[in-house]
Structure formats: structure tokens, C-alpha cells
């Protein structure tokens, strides 16, 4: 690139962020620490969580296996097809994720329901969630119990924080950030173009050096939960994440489609900021790249291959299959485009906002419920999440019937 994408003063300010959270070593080293079962359940049991997590582990014993569909269907895999993974959205915390297990195992004979590979949550990551056990049992259920690959969570900067918090950061970083009271003690980043009510879908507004509050919010739920994926919505928070996460590979992030990279065009942008920081062994902290939904099966596999001669490695593409009824086109259905993607020999992580239909709390407003009326509403949200994986799990099995290999998490294996 001719113009280099960060100044030495944002470098500063992320270095001096990093060094304020104790430094890469420190960040890699306690994410890995807090992702370990045994460490979570001991902190989840003081946290008052500890039954939840003791009955999931005996729930998990119940679910339906893929063993069976493969013997019972006499499947075989063609090595010229690509691999398909599966992702849901939606895993809404502790209540909903523990009442999604219970449907699962209730459902086993009758509507058996796979474990998907990967798993998307658009809960705030507020003091409450992060601190109180919420995240930390919903990681504990989805990666360390049901075997899922990934957890995404999603760093919202609009979050109300203590006000304290911005004043220290602004004392660490060198940089000033415009923010309003809530209260007596909290405060919010002044978002111009609001949206919603984290702004526009909780993280494209990152005006100034407001990507520093995505990053810190990011490393301190990395480091009270052992949680290592985040949903990134923003070109230059992107850019921030590839530079802070250089050293720290515990730390990984999901480029949303709501970046737009619905065209090659934008796909090589998007290659040329991973490429700008890219790490030694040609890793990025970049693990996943939403294609946008304008997007067809042509120019996914274009982006395959734009991926593929790059030389960055472990990354991976992901498609929706469906949406939620008000994040975009009504009937939203890439069912033949992920077919036409996985016969070509592509790989994808086909993925679900909604089952297709249009089901209630199947909807964004889900996504911003205080943490009150999520857990009021857990059996109804948990019912959701429950039909999209079980979507995925038949558009799985109609995959591994044509011989397409699809993956799904390890409690289902």
C-alpha cells in the first residue's frame, strides 16, 4: 500500500492499551487459562451458576448423534466437494443456550438436532453479562460441553460503561473520547448516526479513536471469560484488530456482512488491511469473513480464490442461508447458491439468522433485550435458536447425502 492504514499515534495508543491490560503474554496467557472447563466451573459454581453447568454436562449425554444418520444413510464423501460448517445466530446467554439443551435432548427421537460447528451471540457485552457468570456459563455450555468450534460474541461500543473506565483509558491511551452521562456513574460513547440504540448495529460508527473502547471491551471479556472470537463490524476497528491481536493468537475476530464485502472489489480491501499486518506464519487475527448477502455463489468462489492466492492462511468464508425477517429481504433464501459454492470444491460456513420463517423473537429487536427480559424470555428465545439449528441440521443432511463432508460440533459426533 502506498499510505500506511495506521498512524504512530494510533500504533501508540494500542500499544499503550495492550501494556495497560497487562501485555500480549499476559492477555494470550489468561484467555487460555479462562477457556479451560475445570477453571470456568470453579469460578461458575461461586457465580451461582454451578447447577446449570452440572445438568448441561448431563443433557450433553442425551443428544442425538451424527453417527447414526451417516450409518442409517450409507453416507460417503466425494473429495472434490468443498466442506460445509455450520453456524447459528442467536445464543442469546446462559438461560437461553442451557433451555436450547433441554429442547434438544427433549426432541431426539422425534426432530434429532445437531450441534452447530460455530455459534454468533449479539448480546451487549455489558459489566453485567461479562461480570456476573452470563458469558462466562454460555461459553462454558456451547464450547466446553456441546464441542462447538467457535463462540462469537459481539462488542457493541455504544455499551453504557462506568465513567471511571473512560478516564482511565484516556489516561493510558493519550487519546479523548466524546461520550454522554447515563446516570450518576455510567457513560456512553456520543454516537452521531444512531441507529439503534447501541448505534448503527451496535459498532459501524467508529468515529475518532473510538475503535480503542471496541479493542478494550473486546480484551476484558476475553480476559474475565476465556472468550476468544468477536463479531467486528467496522473497517477501521478491523484495522485496529489485525494491528493490537498481531501478538495475542488467542484473541480472533468474524468481519461481519454488514461490512459489505459483497463484491471482489471489496473482498481484495478487505485482504490488502489482513495483508498489511499480517502475522509471521501468514496468520491473522481475522479467523472469519461473512460474505454480504448481495453477494452470489460466483462471487464467493471468486473470493475463495482471491483468499487462496493471497497466502493468509486460517481464514475462513461464511454465507447466510437465511435472515431474520427485518435484517434484509423478506424470503432471503442462498440454499442453491451454497450448493453451486460446495459443488465447485469451495469450502463454506453456511450460516443462519432465522429458519426461514417468520417465527416470534426470530427478529433483531431480540438482540438488544435487556438482560431482565432475555432471561424472562429464555424458553421462547431458546425455541428459536433451537429451529435455526435445526434447520441446519437437515440443509446439513441434504449436504452429506450428495456427498458433501458438513461439520458440526463435538456433542453431536
Known sequence: MKYELLSERDKKAMDALKKFHGGAKKINKTIEFMSKLENRK????????????????????????????????????????????????????????HHFMKKVVKTAKTNPCMV???????????????????????????????????YCSTNLIGIPQPEKRFKELEKATGEKFERTKCDKTNSALTLKNQGTFFGNFGGIEVANSNHLIYLDGVTRTAMETGGDFYLNPSWSSIIAACYYAKDIPKLTFKVSMLLSTQTTMQFRMLLNIINAYIRKDGTTPIYEINIGNGADSDTFIQCAKELKASGIKGVSLAAHIRINPDLGMANFDWTKNAYKVLESGTDITYKYESDGTSRELDTM?????????????????????????????????????????????KGSL
Open 42 to 97: 470453579k469460578i461458575l459454581k461461586e457465580k451461582g451458576y454451578g447447577e446449570m453447568i452440572a445438568d448441561a454436562e448431563k443433557l450433553i449425554k442425551k443428544f442425538p448423534k451424527l453417527e447414526k444418520f451417516e450409518k442409517e444413510n450409507k453416507i460417503s464423501y466425494q473429495k472434490k466437494f468443498g466442506t460445509a460448517r455450520s453456524q447459528v445466530s442467536g445464543f442469546q446467554g446462559a438461560k437461553v443456550t
Open 116 to 150: 452447530p460447528a460455530e455459534m454468533i451471540s449479539v448480546v451487549p457485552l455489558t459489566d453485567h453479562y461479562v461480570y456476573s457468570g452470563d458469558l462466562m456459563a454460555t461459553l462454558a455450555m456451547t464450547e466446553n460441553i456441546m464441542g462447538t468450534s467457535k
Open 365 to 409: 429487536a431480540a438482540y438488544f433485550l435487556s438482560d431482565e427480559e432475555r432471561n424472562n424470555l429464555s424458553d421462547k428465545i431458546g425455541d428459536v435458536i433451537y429451529y435455526k439449528s435445526l434447520k441446519a441440521t437437515n440443509d446439513g443432511k441434504d449436504f452429506m447425502k450428495k456427498g458433501i463432508k458438513t461439520l458440526f460440533g
